[in-house]
T-cell receptor, first 117, second 112 residues
Framework: GAVVSQHPSRVICKSGTSVKIECRSLDFQATTMFWYRQFPKQSLMLMATSNEGSKATYEQGVEKDKFLINHASLTLSTLTVTSAHPEDSSFYIC?????????????FGPGTRLLVL | GESVGLHLPTLSVQEGDNSIINCAYSNSASDYFIWYKQESGKGPQFIIDIRSNMDKRQGQRVTVLLNKTVKHLSLQIAATQPGDSAVYFCAENRLGYSTLTFGKGTMLLVSP
């Protein structure tokens, strides 16, 4: 139980294009989903918290117009990196929290490797 | 941009040894703690959790110890196997907050 998927697993795009990453909770309903960014050999950096049906809450320093988050249902959240640039290249990971496990427990997706050329 | 040259604390053990990974947390208001395992190129995987009203919890081959006095958390892995090689993160949840705060991570290297 508590499986979270992400799609795509890796994406290469040209500078200036937009990329959408999907995060799905497969076997539980996720009232809250989180989006993280991770650089090599570093810890996870929280970008935003997303509750179903409401606007995402962004962490300080994260541009909400650049990283668009939609949480349309209890099993799906999307992150769109708009007008991507090489500095946006990173490993993006989502997590979901809800019916599975303790209320505070986050279950993570496998991550999406983004490379912007 | 991305940083280069950072090195995670590394623990190297032999297969079959017991491993102990430590984590210090800073917020005395944290009431829930989780250990995650992250293999290269993958997302973090839940290992075990513990609430602040406990000081020890055991799972399969893993034990988490919590010392609230010194704000210290540890993960013990018994009979470490090569498949345990990964980066291990501790995470804390502060009472009343929806987010987790992650530690810097420790890389565990298990040699056969």
């Amino acid at each position: 139980g508590a499986v979270v998927s992400q799609h795509p697993s890796r994406v290469i795009c040209k500078s200036g294009t937009s990329v959408k990453i999907e995060c799905r909770s497969l076997d539980f309903q996720a009232t809250t989903m989180f989006w993280y960014r991770q650089f090599p050999k570093q810890s996870l950096m929280l970008m935003a918290t997303s509750n179903e049906g409401s606007k995402a809450t962004y962490e300080q320093g994260v541009e909400k117009d650049k990283f668009l988050i939609n949480h349309a249902s209890l099993t799906l959240s999307t992150l769109t990196v708009t007008s991507a640039h090489p500095e946006d290249s990173s490993f993006y990971i989502c997590s979901a929290r809800g019916e599975a496990g303790a209320p505070e427990t986050q279950y993570f997706g496998p991550g999406t490797r983004l490379l912007v050329l | 941009g991305e940083s280069v040259g950072l090195h995670l604390p590394t623990l190297s053990v032999q297969e079959g040894d017991n491993s102990i990974i430590n984590c210090a947390y800073s917020n005395s208001a944290s009431d829930y703690f989780i250990w995650y395992k992250q293999e290269s190129g993958k997302g973090p995987q839940f290992i075990i959790d513990i609430r602040s009203n406990m000081d020890k919890r055991q799972g399969q081959r893993v034990t988490v110890l919590l010392n609230k006095t010194v704000k210290h958390l540890s993960l013990q892995i018994a009979a470490t196997q090569p498949g345990d090689s990964a980066v291990y993160f501790c995470a804390e949840n502060r009472l009343g907050y929806s987010t987790l705060t992650f530690g810097k991570g420790t890389m565990l290297l298990v040699s056969p």
